[in-house]
């Protein structure tokens, strides 16, 4: 099943990277690696092969931020994993004529980390306050103003550990 997908996708979609992954370590039968250019053609492929979107989060670098979509196939057991790595201010198109759920998981990834989705039909605060100019995901928020830098430094961690 999962090689079977693997070769219908790269026969439909040119990826940078694509190769089975260990589900129980990663939570995900196939990992992608794309470029902002191939997203659509992706994303399209996996909604007409019954894929559904279901989560979208950020990894903040201190170069940028790697999105990583979730989708999954209700029908099969069947998760795959896409990379994208964006560098700080780059804009990335919005999926959310594609997959109704990427409206309100752009929305937040906007808000958190500033990647802006072009083409998003109402990207606008929902956990943040209404006009807040800061994301507070990101690795630069707080190096002003005595917010802490890490979990060491709150007491999540050992400071030894941190």
């Known amino acids: 099943m999962i090689s079977e997908l693997l070769n219908r996708m790269?026969?439909?979609?040119?990826?940078g990277?694509?190769?089975?992954?260990?589900?129980?370590?990663t939570g995900a039968h196939v990992k992608v690696v794309l470029r902002p250019d191939q997203l659509e053609v992706l994303a399209r492929f996996l909604q007409g092969d019954g894929f559904a979107l279901t989560c979208l989060s950020g990894v903040d670098f201190s170069t940028g931020t790697d999105l990583v979509y979730h989708f999954h196939r209700h029908d099969k057991p069947l998760?795959?994993?896409v990379h994208l790595p964006l560098e700080r201010g780059r804009a990335v198109r919005t999926l959310a004529d594609i997959f109704e759920s990427a409206n309100w998981f752009e929305r937040e990834v906007w808000e958190m980390y500033g990647v802006q989705f072009e083409g998003h039909p109402n990207l606008t605060w929902l956990l943040l306050p209404e006009g807040a100019d800061y994301h507070p995901l990101r690795k630069d928020f707080g190096k002003v103003g005595g917010v802490a830098d890490g979990p060491a430094d709150i007491g999540l961690i050992p400071k030894e550990a941190g």
Do not use: L
């Open 79 to 81: 998760r795959v994993a």
């Open 17 to 25: 990277w694509a190769a089975e992954s260990d589900f129980e370590r």
């Open 10 to 15: 790269a026969g439909a979609v040119p990826t």
